[in-house]
């Protein structure tokens, strides 16, 4: 029996300890639910919009060394949509660092219902089984599933199994191959697996993870869907209905008999159906339309302060025809301050992210550091602008520091080649205006 056999035999062991407590159970509307109307999806777009638009994530290093970890970086701004909706939606997700099939490295984002936390110590994980992916063959689910275990002497352990959609051991011939990939990292400084926790406050329910944006709002959530449910019941009493006499109504026949040939909405009657002797009559009945629709904006603003965001997520934005910057920005106080919350774990996820990324192609971490810009949706660019040019000329800026605002994309090589050809210009300028003035023009 070798290494990985006896190996095995310790982790099926180790299943069986599994803690579920550490399970968070939430019994809200779930982020992917395309049934029916859900909030929860529709505030996280938007809020995720708020979160990633425009941001980068750049590594700042001088060492050629860090080179094969910059694709890594790439691919985490590129998936920096993905991975912000399913911490929102879900609590949280897993990402760890996985080769394609031109061996090219790139993230996996596993979600928190598909992972397996054995081993935790404080917020440091230490052993952590995740499905990464999942088949259907005759029938049967099959799920493969990579492990990894970190020792108390930094040895990273990571391989590869196949059971079915209950955890048994299985085979899958076309997954065999992946026991092949079996490996360790002597001297590892990290499990290998980076977790993005939701900011959201889980109200003391569980400390190291996360809960969706939704926690705690399952009645609110109700009240929504009825209050929804009586508006759609209420829009089809409001349907006009017309009643017809008998004698212009045209019969046909059927199989049960004969019936009268009448479009939806209108109905026969015995007698002239009008007061009047008309033989067509109305029939429109009061509803209580009005009342329903303002439960129902009342349900959603309930729902958006029970999340902690400002009005215009499920409900109307408040003030904004023609309100300025600064009013925008204060209408806005609660929703600024939880995208800073989730810019903030998303930066932690991230920096994790490529510490893993990092010990699995043996990249010093003292070498690089990771910076992300965020996009601040609600900034008055002008003002922010006035704000550089004025801090330019009191010298508390430096000009470099103007042109980097202005052209995010330029490299440093372009900022000072930009910086010398409008040094020699002013130069330029200003010795033709000692000429002229010299001239007597």
């Known amino acids: 029996m070798g290494f990985w056999s006896n190996f095995w035999g310790f982790v099926k062991k180790k299943i069986d300890q599994y803690d579920e407590e550490k399970k968070v159970v939430v019994r809200v509307q779930d982020w992917e639910d395309v049934r029916e109307y859900n909030p929860l999806a529709i505030a996280n777009t938007k809020l995720t919009s708020l979160v990633c638009d425009e941001a980068t994530v750049e590594l700042q290093t001088d060492s050629t060394i860090v080179e094969p970890l910059k694709p890594l970086a790439d691919d985490l701004e590129a998936k920096?949509?993905?991975i912000c909706s399913m911490v929102n939606g879900k609590g949280g997700c897993f990402v760890t660092m996985a080769t394609g099939e031109d061996d090219?490295?790139?993230?996996r984002i596993i979600a928190p219902a598909d992972v397996s936390v054995y081993r935790m110590v404080a917020d440091k994980m230490y052993e952590v089984a995740m499905v990464i992916d999942k088949k259907i063959v005759k029938h049967r689910e099959y799920r493969l599933v990579r492990h990894h275990i970190l020792d108390e002497n930094g040895t990273l352990y990571v391989y590869y199994y196949t059971t079915d959609k209950n955890g048994n051991e299985e085979v899958l011939p076309e997954w065999e191959h992946y026991k092949n990939d079996n490996v360790m990292y002597i001297g590892a400084n990290n499990i290998g697996v980076a977790y993005y926790k939701s900011p959201q406050d889980s109200r003391g329910l569980s400390p190291v993870w996360g809960v969706p944006l939704n926690f705690g709002c399952e009645e609110?959530?109700?009240?929504?869907k009825t209050a929804r449910n009586n508006l759609d019941e209420e829009m089809h009493?409001?349907?006009?209905?017309?009643?017809?006499?008998?004698?212009?109504?045209?019969?046909?026949?059927t199989k049960d008999g004969e019936r009268f040939d009448l479009p939806e909405g209108i109905y026969t009657i015995r007698k002239k159906a009008g007061v009047d002797g008309t033989l067509i009559d109305s029939f429109a009945p009061a509803t209580r339309y009005a009342d329903y629709k303002q439960k129902l904006i009342d349900a959603k603003a309930d729902?958006?302060?029970?999340?902690?965001?400002?009005?215009g997520f499920l409900t109307e934005a408040e003030h904004t025809a023609g309100a300025?910057?600064?009013?925008?920005?204060?209408?806005?106080?609660?929703?600024?301050?939880?995208?800073?919350?989730?810019?903030s774990a998303m930066f932690d996820g991230i920096k994790a992210t490529l510490e893993a990324d990092a010990m699995f192609l043996n990249v010093p971490l003292d070498l690089?550091?990771?910076?992300?810009?965020?996009f601040d949706a609600f900034q008055d660019e002008t003002e922010l602008y006035n704000r550089i040019v004025s801090a330019v000329d009191r010298g508390v800026l430096e000009k470099e520091d103007e042109l980097k605002w202005l052209y995010p994309n330029m490299t440093d090589e372009e900022i000072a080649d930009k910086l010398a050809r409008i040094s020699a210009?002013?130069?330029?300028?200003?010795?033709?205006?000692?000429?002229?003035?010299?001239?007597?023009?």
């Open 425 to 441: 210009t002013q130069a330029t300028n200003t010795d033709q205006a000692l000429e002229r003035i010299l001239a007597g023009q």
């Open 368 to 374: 690089y550091t990771v910076a992300v810009d965020w």
């Open 303 to 311: 729902w958006e302060d029970m999340v902690g965001l400002d009005r």
């Open 80 to 82: 920096r949509y993905e």
């Open 220 to 224: 609110v959530e109700q009240s929504i």
């Open 324 to 343: 300025t910057a600064t009013e925008i920005r204060t209408a806005n106080t609660k929703t600024r301050s939880f995208v800073k919350k989730i810019q």
């Open 237 to 253: 009493l409001m349907k006009t209905k017309l009643f017809a006499d008998e004698t212009i109504s045209r019969k046909i026949s």
């Open 104 to 107: 090219g490295p790139y993230h």
